[in-house]
């Protein structure tokens, strides 16, 4: 699973950050941008998940 955030639709709120710091880093102002390539390991799977179901932008997604 890889993920990707559309740095267009970021708001900044950084919730994501809040529930999967393992997959994510936030900026001064709480925008976020996914670690590394996106890929999310086995275990993170469902965090991440998480993550795009409560993003209140919809700016992260699964990348086919
Ligand atoms: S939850 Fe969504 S809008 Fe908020 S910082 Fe993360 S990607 Fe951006």
């Excluded at 950050?17 to 275990?43: N, T």
Aim: proline fraction near 6%.
């Amino acid at each position: 699973m890889r993920i990707k955030i559309d740095p267009d639709k970021c708001q900044g709120h950084a919730r994501c950050y809040a529930l999967a710091p393992e997959l994510f880093s936030v900026d001064d102002y709480g925008y976020s941008s996914v670690i590394g390539d996106g890929e999310v390991p086995k275990e993170l799977e469902e965090k991440a998940k998480l993550a795009i179901d409560n993003c209140p932008e919809f700016a992260i997604s699964e990348v086919e």
